[in-house]
């Protein structure tokens, strides 16, 4: 099994930062990807960044490109999501997921993915 952990949201004003951390723990093998989703307040959940495994390739949703950074440590087991200049619409759920298996769309898309965290909610205020 593998567990995911993210850690660091929180309520910041307009324009702020904030980084958030997240933990695969239960050493998940192979080449695998990471990726951050955030779900606001009755919307579907949503693509912001993927990290491959080996660190060389990022991906972001065009809302967060410019804004978010994505980066991985040494271990290939921890990424981090760098938010700067936050906007209300920021605010959501934000969850990392794991694709071990295999991306189905690429890491892009959430159907890629087979491990899931509990999210962390980041509120933006106005």
């Known amino acids: 099994q593998v567990q995911v952990a993210e850690s660091g949201g929180g309520l910041v004003q307009t324009g702020g930062s904030l980084r958030l951390s997240c933990v695969a723990s239960?050493?998940?093998?192979?080449?695998?990807?990471m990726g951050w989703f955030r779900q606001g307040p009755g919307k579907e959940r949503e693509f912001v960044a993927a990290?491959?495994?080996?660190?060389?390739?990022?991906w972001y949703a065009n809302s967060g490109e410019g804004r978010f950074t994505i980066s991985r440590d040494g271990a290939k087991n921890t990424v981090y999501l760098q938010m700067s200049d936050l906007k209300p619409e920021d605010t959501a759920v934000y969850y990392c997921?794991?694709?071990?298996?295999?991306?189905?769309?690429?890491?892009?898309?959430?159907?890629?993915?087979?491990?899931w965290g509990q999210g962390t909610q980041v509120t933006v205020s106005s």
């Open positions: 997921a794991v694709a071990v298996y295999g991306p189905a769309g690429g890491l892009t898309r959430a159907v890629s993915y087979d491990y």
């Open positions: 239960g050493r998940p093998g192979g080449r695998y990807g």
């Open positions: 990290i491959s495994w080996s660190g060389e390739n990022t």
